[in-house]
């Protein structure tokens, strides 16, 4: 490759690995919007969702060493896959809010976001006991098409798709949120949790809903990951659902827009600073980025600085 075919590579790699931090993103991006909570569990239930596809995966007769899905038996067992984990997920995330976050809803301080740390940790320490220490190999079920773009850079069928699936769950969400009856429901919420329970909203319910919306699109970003780089172990959460954190928060936390963009941006400064400068430079370059984003902008590239709640 030369020096263009390298970079034009790097930037097709990192649209595709920023649009599966725009996945997890957009969850934290949801739940803060309407309650305002930094929810760290996140990074561990979309780490529960490997976990979750690779033993449905299993339950199917799908390894592996098992040969490859072809044709409409493909379709199905992505699709099987898919409603699975974000249905197991989903209700991971109102388990979470049910038992651990609803009782200290009126609870001021840090003490909400300390608890979803502390729900990281059992979920990190359930999945290793459960499947081991050792990283697991995950089916490869999406085909290895190619096709070239300028010289010897190429884009994968699995670039496409990924990049295709983020692009519609943004549309998706941003028209159930700006053009829906729970949209409207989950901005009243979020701007004044009070007066829209005394305008008859279920101010429960649109969090729980806020809350399952949220973690399924974690368990999609986890099959994403688990089908593009073939692998999955308790130890994935952390970095992966850090960087989309910093996507989060890089594009305007509570912006469904923003969590794209931020996703996008973390990308390709970890695929072309990987390349270009280094890979142990990539957390450098992507929180320096961060840091001086936050400086000039502290709302985020396309977070809206909202008046403070008394």
Same mark, same amino acid.
């Given at each position: 490759? !030369? ?9 097709? !790699?990192?649209?595709?690995? &920023? ?8 969850g ?7 309650? +305002?909570?930094? !929810?760290f569990?996140? =990074? ?12 449905? *995966?299993?339950l ?14 493909l ?5 099987a ?15 979470? +809010? ?5 009782p ?13 740390i ?7 320490n359930?999945? *290793? ?5 050792q #990283?697991?190999?995950?089916?490869? @079920?999406?085909? !290895? ?5 300028? &010289? ?5 069928? /699995?670039?496409?798709? *990924? ?10 969400? $941003? ?7 729970? %949209?409207? #429901? ?25 809350? =399952?919306?949220? $973690?399924?699109?974690? &368990? ?5 990951? %688990?089908?593009?780089? %073939? ?15 910093? $996507?989060?928060? @890089? ?9 794209? *963009? ?10 072309l %600073? &990987? ?33 403070? /709640?008394?």
């Amino acid at each position: 490759m !030369n020096g263009l075919d390298v970079v034009l590579q790097q930037v097709v !790699n990192g649209l595709a690995l &920023g649009m599966m931090y725009a996945l997890l993103a957009l969850g934290f991006t949801m739940v803060y919007g309407i309650i +305002e909570l930094i !929810n760290f569990s996140h =990074f561990s239930v979309f780490m529960t969702g490997t976990f979750v596809g690779l033993t449905v *995966l299993n339950l199917m007769g799908v390894t592996a060493v098992s040969r490859s899905l072809t044709g409409l038996v493909l379709v199905a067992t992505l699709i099987a896959l898919f409603v699975v984990t974000m249905l197991v997920t989903g209700l991971l995330g109102v388990l979470i +809010e049910r038992l651990c976050l609803r009782p200290l809803r009126n609870v001021s301080g840090t003490a909400p976001m300390i608890t979803t740390i502390g729900v990281a940790f059992i979920l990190i320490n359930l999945m *290793l006991l459960t499947f081991g220490p050792q #990283a697991q190999r995950f089916p490869s @079920l999406l085909p !290895n098409w190619r096709w070239p773009l300028m &010289g010897t850079a190429e884009i994968t069928f /699995k670039q496409l798709v *990924l990049f295709a699936v983020g692009l519609v769950l943004m549309i998706v969400l $941003s028209h159930l949120v700006k053009r829906t009856t729970l %949209g409207k #429901a989950m901005r009243a919420t979020a701007q004044d949790a009070d007066a829209a329970r005394m305008m008859g909203i279920d101010v429960d319910r649109v969090v729980v809903l806020t809350f =399952f919306l949220g $973690s399924a699109l974690a &368990g999609a970003g986890s099959l994403f990951f %688990g089908l593009y780089y %073939g692998f999955t172990g308790y130890y994935i959460g952390y970095t992966t659902g850090l960087r989309a954190f910093t $996507s989060a928060v @890089l594009g305007g936390i509570g912006s469904i827009p923003g969590a794209v *963009l931020g996703g996008l941006c973390i990308g390709l400064t970890q695929s072309l %600073g &990987g390349q270009l400068i280094g890979v142990k430079w990539t957390d450098v370059m992507i929180f320096s980025i961060l840091i001086f984003v936050m400086v000039l902008r502290p709302s985020g590239l396309l977070g809206v600085r909202a008046p403070q /709640k008394a």
